[in-house]
């Protein structure tokens, strides 16, 4: 059975139609409100090892915007956990991560097809 957890923030429009469409498929997950819960410098390491860190920032939020511009430039591999950890709203959302006894998958986004595809629907 997998284990299904979506990270993100509450008051997302995304992030409640991905809850709304997955209520719809009966799919069971738990939700992490990345404002009360911020992810460890350990878990955005061990996602960015399966997307890729360029992938788990988030570019297009006032967060990202409101950096200054040598700050933006700068980011990179090493530095990255830090700003994502210390601004757990630059990361992508949602980040769904789902889980089975042998591996862990993680998935950025949400567009119905995309969800269909990762539950075989």
């Known amino acids: 059975m997998n284990h299904v957890l979506m990270h993100g923030i509450s008051n997302c429009d995304t992030i409640k139609k991905a809850k709304k469409w997955l209520l719809a498929q009966g799919i069971e ?7 009360k819960q911020p992810p460890s410098l350990e878990e955005l390491r061990e996602w960015s090892l399966i997307l890729g860190w360029e992938e788990l920032l988030n570019k297009r939020g006032s967060t990202w915007r409101k950096l200054p511009e ?5 980011v990179n591999e090493t530095n990255v956990f830090a700003l994502l950890h210390d601004n757990p709203s630059m990361v992508k959302r949602p980040l769904l991560v789902v889980q089975n006894a042998t591996q862990i998958d993680a998935f950025l986004g949400f567009k119905p097809e995309q969800y269909a595809t990762i539950f075989k629907l």
């Not at 040598?70 to 700068?74: D, F, P």
């Open 29 to 35: 997950f738990s939700f992490r409100d990345y404002k």
């Open 70 to 74: 040598e700050v933006q430039i700068s």
